[in-house]
């Protein structure tokens, strides 16, 4: 079964640093763009960064040289090093990716559970 499983979260004081972490399991033929999406409570899901599969990026405005995102293809894992964190950057954290699979030959994305992050003041 194919899924992502992201980690990394946790509480932090504001100004401070954490890496999360996503990795992707399963048969997996390619894994095309993977990203990071974010949501608090009764808010929709936004997106903060993605990374094609030939590297390049883009941010949300919001993360913009506070936030990294990067990616491993030989681990199948990507990675948001998020520093200078602020309490608005507290939400829970999901992982995206496009992936084929024996069961999605043409592409489809896939959804971790989520991480929580939680930035004090």
């Known amino acids: 079964q194919v899924q992502l499983v992201e980690s990394g979260g946790g509480l932090v004081q504001a100004g401070g640093s954490l890496r999360l972490s996503c990795a992707a399991s399963?048969?997996?033929?390619?894994?095309?763009?993977m990203g990071w999406y974010r949501q608090a409570p009764g808010k929709q899901r936004e997106l903060v960064a993605r990374?094609?599969?030939?590297?390049?990026?883009n941010y949300a405005d919001s993360v913009k040289d506070r936030f990294t995102i990067s990616r491993d293809d030989a681990k199948k894992t990507v990675y948001l090093q998020m520093n200078r964190l602020k309490p608005e950057d507290t939400d829970v954290y999901y992982c995206?990716?496009?992936?084929?699979?024996?069961?999605?030959?043409?592409?489809?994305?896939?959804w971790g559970k989520g991480t929580l992050v939680t930035v004090s003041s």
């Open positions: 995206n990716a496009e992936m084929t699979t024996p069961t999605s030959l043409l592409g489809m994305y896939y």
């Open positions: 399963g048969v997996i033929f390619s894994i095309n763009d």
């Open positions: 990374i094609t599969s030939g590297g390049s990026t």
